[in-house]
């Protein structure tokens, strides 16, 4: 067991050099930052001068080796250009924002995706099902930012019900900036939460419809019709609990993408967290917070994943075996 | 029952009122700093004009306003003697006086940003608490410009070290300084919070030296919001109250929206194409180039692609500045384009490329494919590569195409600069022609910069800035598209005619909310 354990981080730190490595080659070519640092009047000499004291005139593996140094021996994985403050300290103070945002999503994608699904897969052909599935066509192909942009103009142009952009009041709880504790903020996630519950929804709408309706075909359910159980128990407990497992996998990789998603998001609500900070990262071509943003995303998903392995691992020792071959 | 709900009411209305007005401002960008001297940008001095307070200011009619100076007047050749208010107090309490100029100046001058425009000023002399002389190393008729620059910082504010050890003067780009994140101006505001990127509240600085001024704003709840769209719906569902600049494509909406007042004018920069006669041969022929300005429909482009948020330009500097030439002439016309590349010999035309950056200017790359199809009608075969601003520059800088994009706005509000820095011949030592992607180089027309560059004697000057935009003109050495409209929106009730200008530094000090 130990020796699986010691694998798994192993195989973990070198993703994480890769990471790295591709991230910082990507940030030789995002564009250079001085430009944006500068007013354009700045004589290119001037300039020149600036990108020397920031050490971006040196070769690309002196760049790299400096940046490993610092990230493994302090703990610093860069510089904010835009922000004038270490990488790290930017993201942290934003991730609160995004983290609340796929929270309540996640909240309103179980809560509402389970019984539509279920719904639709027990009565396929009424037309309340027929909406359903109609709905979800339209919330699949319709990009994200169209959804929003309708949302601002009927939510908050034509009624004037909700805010149409930022965060609004939040409360400091032990460091973290939350917006779920006031009743300003709480207005101000509806809409970006809103948009993008409709683009991930149908998706586990469709899948737990699809998975419930092989259920509902198998052998032990049709035997378990036969026996004359309920029928609230042979949906929920026969049918729904075998449905979870797929739904529950996919659901795990839907997280990445729901991340991913929030870049657009929150652009269009001017939603203060870490997709909006990407993008104008990018933008600013404020390079070593792009570094230490993919980085940080990286660590997060490496972490996860050798967790999950690992108590894979615990659990089902078959996986242990079948790995060292 | 009522008379105590009635009473609830008044005390409500009082205390709105004794309050204040606040105005919550939506602009693309938030300015880049606390320090006013870290960059030069348009968002650094909509900020730096809230906080500090100049010397001198521009009116709206490209005049000079008084500020901390009272009255300046030359001299000598090389002075000009400033006569300072008195009584101004800074936010932390100091009195302002010709020393805290004299230090600024200085600070200017080692600001990486700001030292080129100062390049020409030597160490001021101060007179006394209220007079300083500032002095150029050679004669310079733009001390008055300049001046306008001259934001005076407390300078026993931010002189000796921080609780970090640091000192409070340095000027820091890309890290903590103390003056990063601290002010004392003598402006009309003071910065009661700051978060980079998401708000800034700006609160009324009761000792405010100006006591003339009608502005009402007690607070200012500033925030950025890039995406245009975004923007416009802040607006229009009223969780701000003012917005800068409005994106065209509402331009329509807003002006026709019977809440919102929308005000709009000819901005001061110009859009244009530079024909690069070094690497493409076919440029360094006149008759190409009058060729290619002549199937370019400039006013076209403005009135249909821009929607008419756009003036065109057949010159650099726009009306109001000194090298403005009166009834320069509109020279799209498509037959004589064809027949001048007949008589270049060009009859069959050539094919060249052309960059443009897709996210700086407004329509940028829809203008750059305008002209692209533009330039086929008269066999000019364009291949076009946008990019966003990041990669554009070292791209323009590179010269990596015969045709390049570039927007200029005058730094000195002066039409000498648009020449300095896209017309000159390129040097590397002096730094003329720093953009100058087209490689023209006229002789002539630099002998008369540089003459202006030192002529105090305005008509003199204006005669020299004039005679430049028209060598420009006739010898087509680049492609004048239009100068950009600025424009600001806010809800009925907040007067922002009389306190916007060409520079798009609003006033808002000066602001009144009914």
Known sequence: MFAFIVRRVLQAIVVMLIISFIGFALKQNVGDPVRELTGISVSAAERDAIREKLGLNDPFLVQYGRFLKGAVLEGNIGQSFFYKKPAMEVIVSKAPATLELVLICSVLIVVLSIPMGIYSAIYPKRLLSRLIMGFSTIGVSVPIFLIAILLIYVFSIKLGWLPSYGRGETVNVWGWESGLLTVDGLKHILLPATALTALMLPLFVRLIRSEMMEVLETEYVKFAWAKGLPRVRIWFVHAFKNTLLPVITVGGVQIGTMIAFTILTETVFQWGGLGFLFLEAVERADTSLLVAYLIFVGVIFVVVNTVVDIIYGLVNPMVRITGRK | ?514
């Open chain 2, 1 to 514: 029952m009522k008379k105590l709900l009635f009473l609830a009411l008044a005390f409500v209305f009082l205390a709105t009122a004794a309050q204040g007005k606040t105005l919550k401002m939506a602009l693309d960008a938030d300015p880049e700093s606390m320090d006013p001297h870290v960059q030069l940008s348009g968002g650094m001095l909509q900020y730096t004009h809230l906080v500090f307070d100049p010397l001198i200011r521009w009116t709206k009619d490209m005049k000079f306003e008084p500020r901390l100076a009272e009255k300046w007047e030359r001299i000598d050749e090389l002075t000009v003697r400033f006569h300072l208010r008195k009584g101004v107090k800074f936010h932390s309490g100091n009195p302002f006086t010709a020393a805290d100029v004299a230090w600024t100046l200085d600070r200017l001058k080692k600001s990486e940003d700001f030292k080129g425009l100062f390049t020409s000023f030597a160490a001021p002399k101060v007179i006394d608490d209220y007079t300083i002389d500032i002095v150029t190393t050679e004669p310079y008729p733009l001390v008055e410009n300049m001046a306008t620059y001259i934001f005076p910082m407390d300078s026993k504010f931010y002189t000796g070290n921080d609780d970090k050890g640091l000192p409070k003067d340095a000027i820091v780009k890309t890290e903590y300084s103390f003056a990063n994140q601290n002010e004392s101006g003598t402006g009309p505001f003071t910065v009661e919070s700051r978060e980079h990127g998401v708000k800034m509240v700006y609160k009324r600085f009761a000792d405010y030296w100006d006591k003339n001024s009608k502005g009402n704003v007690s607070e200012i709840v500033l925030t950025p919001i890039k995406e245009n769209a975004t923007r416009t719906a802040a607006l229009l569902s009223g969780d701000v109250d003012f917005i800068a600049p409005v994106p065209p494509q509402d331009f329509e909406r807003l002006s026709t929206n019977k809440d919102i007042n929308m005000v709009t004018m000819a901005g001061s920069r110009i859009i244009t194409f530079q024909l690069n006669q070094k690497k493409k041969p076919e440029f360094a022929n006149l008759k190409v180039r009058q060729a290619v300005i002549a199937a370019i429909d400039n006013a076209g482009i403005a009135a249909k692609l821009m929607k008419g948020t756009a003036t065109p330009a057949q010159q650099q500097g726009p009306e109001g500045f000194d090298g403005y030439v009166e009834g320069l002439k509109p020279r799209f016309d498509l037959e004589k384009a064809k027949q001048l590349m007949k008589e270049a010999g060009f009859e069959k035309g050539f094919e060249a490329t052309m960059i443009a950056p897709n996210n700086r200017y407004v329509n940028d790359e829809k203008i750059a494919e305008a002209v692209v199809s533009m330039l086929s009608k008269i066999g000019i075969k364009v291949s076009l590569k946008t990019m966003p601003k990041a990669q554009y520059w070292d791209e323009f800088d590179a010269q990596v195409a015969d045709i390049q994009m570039i927007g200029w706005h005058s730094d000195t509000e002066d039409s000498a600069n648009y020449s300095e820095y896209l017309l000159m011949c390129p040097n590397k030592e002096t730094g003329k022609g720093q953009y100058n992607s087209g490689n023209y180089c006229n002789a002539k027309l630099d002998e008369l910069v540089n003459k202006a560059n030192v002529e105090n004697d305005r008509a003199k000057r204006k005669a020299l800035l004039q005679e430049v935009e028209k060598i420009a003109y006739e010898d087509a050495s680049y492609v004048p598209l239009h100068w950009q409209n600025l424009s600001w929106a806010a809800k009925k009730g907040i007067d922002i005619e009389p306190i916007v200008n060409i520079m798009d530094f609003p006033y808002i000090g000066d602001l009144v909310i009914k």
